[in-house]
């Protein structure tokens, strides 16, 4: 993929050299769990909700806004401050401040980039495979499983009836589409966006975690 300029800055320097995989998945789909295997077998740091954190301090934002505002297309509900009401009367418009969602995910791409210039990581959303693009030892993966096993997984792990998990698994994944498109500028979860895709209804939890720890090995030609 060409390494076009994008708002979140310049892609990852392409003689970077700590790996990173990066785990983009559907709702229900065991994405985040293959993620931690996939981190113990390599011995190398894990992320996902820390870099909310890191990203929200970065951003001078209090966590809990920081949440609201996380893997969410970007949306007028989220401005910071309103748009200049009387502007089209002719009267001096108000600054519009950066959208809280568009704020967030400036700072979630810098620490991003931080953290593979400086260690081995699995980074699971929060569009780190676009981010990243050029970096020369990432590995792009995407979890998804059939219906039954997310509905299956989401009463096991989650606590939830199937009729909640199933409007669930639809809201957020919209949501996390919506995010990545507005942001990546392709398709989320399309074969064209990564590297691997794996089902994690076929292989598992485990399975999934040994093909992706096994890929990684696998240089570029």
């Given at each position: 993929m060409e390494n076009a300029p994008h708002p979140s800055g310049?892609?990852?320097?392409?003689?970077?050299?700590?790996?990173?995989?990066?785990?983009?998945?559907?709702?229900?789909?065991?994405?985040?769990?293959?993620?931690?295997?996939?981190?113990?077998a390599l011995?190398?740091?894990?992320?996902?909700?820390?870099?909310?954190?890191?990203a929200a301090q970065r951003?001078?934002?209090?966590?809990?806004v920081a949440a609201k505002a996380e893997e969410r297309p970007t949306n007028g509900l989220l401005y910071t401050a309103p748009l200049g009401?009387?502007?089209?009367?002719?009267?001096?418009?108000?600054?519009?401040?950066?959208p809280l969602t568009e704020r967030l995910f400036f700072a979630q791409s810098a620490v991003i980039r931080q953290l593979a210039e400086t260690e081995d990581c699995v980074i699971i959303g929060r569009c780190a495979d676009y981010v990243l693009r050029g970096h020369e030892n990432l590995l792009s993966v995407f979890v998804y499983a059939d219906p039954e096993t997310r509905l299956d997984r989401c009463e096991r792990y989650y606590g939830i009836d199937r009729a909640t998990a199933h409007a669930r698994i639809r809201q957020i994944d919209k949501r996390r589409a919506g995010y990545?498109?507005?942001f990546a500028d392709q398709p989320w979860g399309s074969a064209e966006s990564y590297d691997l895709l794996l089902d994690c209804g076929r292989f598992g939890v485990d399975g999934c975690a040994d093909i992706i720890v096994r890929a990684?090995?696998?240089?570029?030609?």
């Open positions: 310049e892609p990852a320097p392409a003689s970077a050299a700590h790996r990173v995989i990066t785990i983009g998945r559907q709702y229900g789909s065991g994405g985040r769990e293959i993620g931690r295997r996939v981190a113990a011995g190398c740091a894990f992320y996902d909700s820390e870099l909310l954190t890191l951003a001078g934002l209090h966590p809990d009401i009387g502007a089209a009367r002719g009267a001096a418009a108000v600054p519009v401040q950066q990545y498109t507005c990684s090995g696998i240089a570029r030609p």
